[in-house]
């Protein structure tokens, strides 16, 4: 059963909807400060210090737990729908689990839709990772890191590195991955009710505003379900079991295992969208951050 703590976040997600049913003409800047409240549920984690940076020509936050191993980097590339959300509505979260992997992680403020339609957060992605390589990081201490529309970055940015010849990153992190541009997944409908926050209407306009007039919602960068994902690096996924984008999950989990990646899936009981973003207020999202801390040290 959920905590009451974990209830937090579902109340916030309702609360948006309702401030954006009262105001359906609401601009693009009124829609980003919005989810820029997606802090909110998290914790500020303690002994983690924060550097804001340009890295490849991408602007971003460092985030630096006291002690860690700053020759290991996680790029986080944050939710929401491509258009929306910042590092700082994620800085909090990326400090928690960099505190847990004990590495340095860095958010990622990558182009937005509709302004920069895709590929333009892709390209931002393999900039970064380019920058970091030079900079003398080894592939293999890099990974990639997001959630929702971020965790599609996560996975299709690797995919980008491969098609472009780069040694690979050393895994992939995906909460709640939002990766099936044509919305065909089963729960979009099964947890309609459940969901607080991701319906297919909301999909429908992300998507229209992230793939702009000459996307296509079955290009395998832009939709990683209809990717080839054998080599895969290790990849470890995550979702709530009453979220509408639980699908995704579950099917690039099936994929990646049926590639031959080593995959691990973690689905939580009661979880709504990217539930991790209750760290040090819930639990299910300390446990949940542990357990990735456990699956990243054992690679």
Known sequence: MASTESDFLK???LDWGDRMVANPNMTIPDL????????????????????TDTVGGVKGIWAYPIGCDKSKVMVYTHGGG?????????????????????????????????????????????SVYKALLADGIAAKNIGTIGDSAGGN?????????????????????????WLDMELTGGTLKSNEATDGLVSTPVLEGM?????????????????????????????????GSVETLLDDALRVSDQAKAAGVNVTLSVADG????????AGRAPEAD??????ASWYKAL
Not at 32 to 51: H, I, M, N, Q, S
Not at 287 to 292: N, Y
Request: charged fraction near 20%; proline fraction near 9%; glycine fraction near 6%.
């Open 287 to 292: 446990a949940e951050i542990a357990k990735i």
């Open 82 to 126: 491509f258009a929306v959300g910042s590092s700082s509505s994620h800085r909090k979260l990326a400090g928690h689990v960099a505190k847990a992997l004990g590495v340095s992680i860095l958010v990622l403020d990558y182009r937005l839709a509709p302004e920069h339609p895709f590929p333009a957060q892709v390209e931002d992605a393999v």
């Open 11 to 13: 109340a916030l997600y």
């Open 32 to 51: 980003r400060a919005l989810f820029d409240e997606w802090e909110k549920p998290t914790f500020e984690p303690e002994d983690v210090t924060y550097k």
């Open 271 to 278: 979880m709504q969208h990217v539930f991790p973003f209750l």
């Open 207 to 239: 998507r229209g505003m992230f793939l702009g007039e000459n996307g296509s919602p079955t290009d395998p960068i832009a939709n990683p379900l209809k990717s080839d994902l054998a080599g895969f690096p290790p990849l470890y996924v995550n979702a």
């Open 153 to 177: 970055l996560a996975i299709s940015s690797v995919l980008k590195f491969r098609e472009l010849g780069l040694e690979l990153p050393g895994c992939v992190i995906a909460f709640s991955p």
